[in-house]
């Protein structure tokens, strides 16, 4: 059965399925839509069109699908979607599209948000992404699955992070980080891949190895731009998989440029599109 505490408000258009747990004071508005096994601990404000998935634990004080924090938002209809099995800490926002970004803010399956910690308007999160305490995604963001953002970081609009990378902490990020790369500093910088990470997810030797070539490849040996560099790489390890997402993710140029390290001349680096 559904357990809704007395001291809970819940509006007659929110949809609560079977087995929901909503404890004291919490407030549901709006077109919600909370799947089944999911609890809200105490103290939760969710409002405006959010759904959220099955067997999700939100903690007090987090705050979703709340208007965007957007001066171009005009109050037109948008959505936050949360998948399944995630963890949403104490005091964590989230925001839901505007019209510049598709409607949509979207948050995949199994990831964790700890304390504090952002999602803005038209984000886009994969599945097993964790935003460590206080990071802070700007709007536009796409985060690939399996991404980690560093605790007290910073995302700024538009950026991608590619999937398996790891954004550390007290860092800015302005430019598009790679797949599997590792990036940190006040304006962070491209600091190699994210290794632990891999051996983490069973990565295997060979893959790993091919990635730390195809990386010194890109960025560290050689002449070059960027781009011819990644043309050579592609020649070379264009059958290993983890290596053409690299790739892939260099030659889709985004809005903002791409993240390098400290030593690569940025002349050399894709510009935003």
Do not use: W
């Not at 007395?6 to 709006?30: F, L, Q, R």
């Not at 924090?69 to 037109?76: F, M, P, S």
């Not at 963001?141 to 007290?170: N, S, Y």
């Amino acid at each position: 059965m559904t357990k809704i505490h007395p001291t809970a408000i819940i509006a007659p258009t929110a949809k609560i399925a079977a087995d929901v747990s909503i404890g004291p004071y919490c407030v549901v508005d709006g077109e919600v839509s909370v799947g089944t096994g999911t609890k809200l601990v105490s103290h939760v404000c969710i409002g405006g069109q959010t759904t959220i998935g099955k067997h999700c634990t939100v903690y007090p004080f987090a705050s979703l699908g709340s208007p965007p924090q957007d001066l171009k938002y005009k109050g037109e209809k948008s959505q936050l979607i949360i998948g399944d099995h995630c963890a949403i800490r104490e005091y964590v926002t989230m925001n839901p599209g505007t019209e510049g970004g598709g409607l949509m803010t979207s948050v995949g399956n199994h990831c964790l948000f700890m304390v504090g910690a952002h999602v803005a308007h038209d984000c886009r999160v994969g599945n097993r992404v964790i935003l460590a305490n206080n990071a802070t995604l700007g709007g536009h963001v796409i985060v690939g699955d399996h991404a980690i953002i560093g605790g007290l970081a910073a995302v700024h609009q538009f950026v991608r992070i590619g999937e398996h990378a790891i954004v550390g902490g007290m860092s800015g990020v302005e430019h598009d980080v790679i797949p599997y790369g590792s990036v940190m500093g006040e304006r962070a910088n491209l600091a190699g891949l994210n290794l632990v990470g891999l051996k983490r997810q069973g990565f295997d030797r060979d893959t790993i190895h091919a990635l730390r070539n195809a990386y010194k490849m890109l960025f560290e040996d050689g002449d070059g731009t960027l781009m011819e560099r990644a043309a050579k790489t592609r020649d070379t390890y264009g059958a290993v998989g983890e290596v053409m997402q690299i790739l892939s993710f260099v030659d889709d140029k985004g809005s903002r440029s791409l993240c390098v390290p400290k030593t690569f001349s940025r002349q050399d680096a894709p510009q935003a599109a």
